[in-house]
């Protein structure tokens, strides 16, 4: 029997916004265990021989930034699919490190794309708890375990771990970048490609790091046919997540992580 009527193309899309691993209590936000279900779901479509990413983050946690992207190439291998990935107003940091598991990447000219960096930031209060009066009374079992503590006088022994694990974990990151993009990158060393720099989408494309400019519905449309169905996939809250995020959120805690937030954000000036 013939069929007359011919199945459109199906390319799920998934949408990844938010810092990464600083969500904070049932805040919006991206990590693996939160994100692993909606990412499986992209992969289960069976006619569906591409998958779409949009990522909105100026990033976050290396952990979990690690985790999604590995497991977003763990399905790619499995499934034998093709992951296309779309910048949206930052995909820096962490965000660009998940973007690398994509085979394409794209961007808007004006998006803010690279940060590949490692970065530790903290304060130091220790003239401030003198000024005050205050002494701070710390106990341990081990010398190290108070290691960069805010309230104390730096060491630079101190300073010096916490560079070399920086490095160790800088390294892993240039790794999942030259393996992502391979001999896309231009003269990465020549262009301090690898440095914690960060670049409009424009930019970015002249150094290899994304592979053209536009956005999903475009690019999706353009590549494969004006009569695809971009099925969009959305995480759901739960009905107790809603209620609790609503009503027993602590304000102290929610302030300081509205704060972070912001913080990282406005480093690529949003």
Known sequence: MFSFFKKKKIIPHIRLTGVIGSAGRFKQGIDFSGQQEIIKK?????RAKNIAISINSPG??????HLIHDYIRQLVKKNKKKVIVFAEDVAASGG????????????????????????SASFGFQEAIKKVGIQRRVYTAGK????LDPFKEEKEEDIERIKKLQLELHSDFIEVVKKSRGSKLIEPEKNNTFTGEFWSGSAAMKLGLIDG???????????????????KLE?????????????IDNQIDNIANVIEERALWQKFGL
Do not use: H, M, W
């Open 213 to 231: 400019i536009g956005n999903a519905e475009q690019i999706l449309r353009e590549k494969f046919g004006e009569d695809i169905v971009i099925k």
């Open 96 to 119: 660009y490190l998940i973007a690398c598991a994509g085979d394409e990447i794209y961007a808007n000219s004006s998006s803010i794309v690279g940060s590949i960096g490692v970065i």
């Open 42 to 46: 992209a992969f289960s479509f069976k």
């Open 144 to 147: 190290n375990k108070s290691t």
């Open 60 to 65: 976050g946690s290396p952990v979990q930034s």
């Open 235 to 247: 995480k759901q809250k739960s009905f107790l997540a809603k209620k609790l995020s609503s009503s």
